[in-house]
């Protein structure tokens, strides 16, 4: 039932979707919750987060649209909307992302560069997708210092696409001489150093790299790379006239690893950062979801990784 419900994108699966993460907002992010910290009164309790509740709704379901833009827009994915049924679960799985705004803010400047770079395989007006993707990312690195890496994904992106255009580097060059012209008229003003004091630091985890990897993280990033490596076997089979999907998929595989990157480097204990993992992980998980060719299968998967938020949740209810 549930795989046929997203096998197609209706507006319907927006409206789920939209509810399925304000229930995962509510019950993980305690808004009416099951520990209220200082026996505060639960309309109290919900009154007082109910701005984070927000913000928090108001910019995840607009990147619902944005995700299923840049899919449909590029024809990395026809039909079906099972990519955005895997990046709503995921906040189920680690809803410590909610508590932070700017990382929320980030991704989705991210995932606006992103839209821009996904479609300079068309080649049209290719100078303005790279100026203001490079833009996008910058913006982002306003609200995460480490977000400046996906420029690396945008050069792989001209690479492929346009290599031997020489504007496409000085654009990116201009880009972010006027982003600083931007940050310095509006926002540094004339104290800049009490604005570089908080931003561009990039500062390293104080912890080791191997604290980053709890008993979820571990689940999650071993589950991926299994579905990676069997949908790597897969598109072997893609036809050498498939090149511009391939170049797209290269794409959406190096922002993974870009996510995984910041991930590492964020000097955030929790593993909130493993938000710019979702999109791509969520489309690889798809794409092997799409690939299953009995029905029973599908509702299989997609049950079983729904589950995963309701296990966590049973699991904290235990230990507290």
């Not at 079906?80 to 906040?91: A, E, G, K, N």
């Not at 479609?119 to 913006?139: D, I, P």
């Amino acid at each position: 039932m549930i795989s046929h419900i997203f096998s197609k994108t209706k507006p319907v699966n927006f409206i789920l979707l939209s509810l399925l993460l304000v229930a995962y907002v509510i019950f993980f992010e305690r808004f009416i919750g099951f520990s209220f910290q200082n026996n505060v009164d639960p309309t109290t309790y919900l009154w007082q987060n109910a701005v984070l509740f927000i913000k928090v709704i108001l910019l995840i379901v607009p990147t619902l649209f944005l995700i299923d833009f840049i899919l449909k827009r590029n024809k990395i994915v026809l039909t079906h909307s099972y990519t955005l049924f895997y990046f709503v679960v995921l906040f189920g799985v680690f809803p410590a992302v909610f508590s932070d705004i700017n990382l929320l803010l980030a991704h989705f400047f991210v995932l606006i560069g992103l839209r821009r770079i996904m479609s300079l395989k068309s080649k049209q007006r290719a100078n303005k997708k790279v100026f203001e993707a490079s833009l996008w990312f910058l913006v982002a690195s306003y609200f995460y210092d480490w977000a400046v890496c996906y420029f690396l994904v945008l050069i792989l992106a001209i690479i492929f696409y346009d290599k031997n255009n020489l504007r496409h580097w000085g654009l990116m060059v201009w880009a972010i001489i006027l982003y600083m012209l931007l940050v310095f008229a509006f926002v540094a003003g004339s104290t800049p150093e009490a604005f570089f004091k908080d931003h561009y630091i990039f500062s390293f985890p104080t912890a080791a790299i191997s604290d980053k990897f709890s008993l979820p993280v571990i689940g999650f990033l071993l589950f991926t790379s299994l579905v990676l490596l069997w949908d790597i076997r897969k598109k072997r089979r893609i036809s050498k006239a498939s090149v511009g999907i391939q170049y797209s998929l290269s794409l959406i595989l190096s922002v993974s690893f870009s996510g995984l990157a910041l991930y590492l480097l964020s000097p955030i204990e929790s593993p909130a950062a493993l938000v710019f993992m979702f999109f791509p992980v969520a489309f690889l998980w798809s794409n092997a979801t799409e690939a299953l060719h009995k029905f029973w299968q599908k509702e299989l998967v997609m049950w079983s990784v729904l589950s995963i938020p309701l296990w966590g949740l049973l699991a904290h209810l235990l230990q507290n």
